[in-house]
């Protein structure tokens, strides 16, 4: 590890040594990632988030996650039986692919919501 007079790092105010440009949060406690959007702040940069997934709150590693590990971790499985929305400040939502990458720090990203697939969508009735 660097020392603190390393030019390129610097000690934060709880004594944590970090590089400029990153966010460290006192404690380490997560970012709740709803609360900034709803205040309409952006959602700075940490190393663990609060997301809401439907109802439930889950804490998440990173400021990067696909969409099967926020149906993983809030146990929505198997995946492929799931779709998944991001909600936005103002109730715009968009569909989030199992393997799309979403940034946690998007401004007005509020939660993320879930809808059970129906296994006979797309499918004709029987004796049409």
């Given amino acids: 590890m ?15 040594v970090r590089t400029p440009g990153t966010s460290v949060t006192p404690g380490d406690e997560p970012v709740d990632v709803e609360e900034f959007a709803t205040r309409g702040h952006p959602v700075p940069k940490a190393t663990r988030y609060r997301i809401r997934v439907d109802r439930s ?8 996650i696909t969409g099967r590990e ?12 799931w779709r998944l929305d991001e909600r936005f400040r103002g109730g715009a939502t968009k569909k989030v692919e199992l393997n799309e990458v979403v940034d946690l720090t998007t401004a007005g990203l509020e939660r993320f919501m879930t ?14």
């Fill in 2 to 16: 660097k020392s603190p007079t390393d030019s390129s790092q610097q000690l934060a105010s709880n004594g944590d």
């Fill in 115 to 128: 809808l059970p697939l129906d296994q006979t969508e797309g499918a004709r009735p029987t004796g049409a």
């Fill in 70 to 81: 926020v149906l993983e971790v809030s146990n929505h499985v198997p995946v492929e039986h």
């Fill in 57 to 64: 709150v889950y804490i998440v590693n990173g400021p990067n």
